[in-house]
């Protein structure tokens, strides 16, 4: 990867957005310009949890046993102001 950002023109930019995004994906930043003068940078999206499938936090949460109690839905119920 080059210390210097490619530019694109407007134009150049509608016209290949898909190669700007691949671009990205790996890892470039891209310029883009309106009659010469920087207007945009199109960098990579930093995920931080890569979640990408129900299930995917599995044995990471731990939930008490009495986690939908109706004792417990009261207290939260009384920490928002609703309920009788």
């Known amino acids: 990867m080059s210390a210097e ?6 134009h150049d930019a509608k016209t290949h957005l898909s190669r ?3 671009r990205v994906e790996h890892g470039e930043e891209i310029i883009i310009d309106r009659a010469g003068t ?12 890569n979640r ?11 939930l008490s046993s009495d986690w939908d109690s109706a004792e417990t ?12």
């Open 38 to 49: 920087p207007v945009a940078k199109v960098v990579p999206l930093v995920r931080r949890v």
């Open 5 to 10: 950002a490619v530019h694109y023109n407007m």
């Open 73 to 84: 839905n009261a207290e939260i119920a009384a920490d928002f102001g609703i309920g009788g």
């Open 52 to 62: 990408t499938a129900i299930g995917s936090l599995a044995g990471q949460v731990d």
């Open 20 to 22: 700007i995004i691949e």
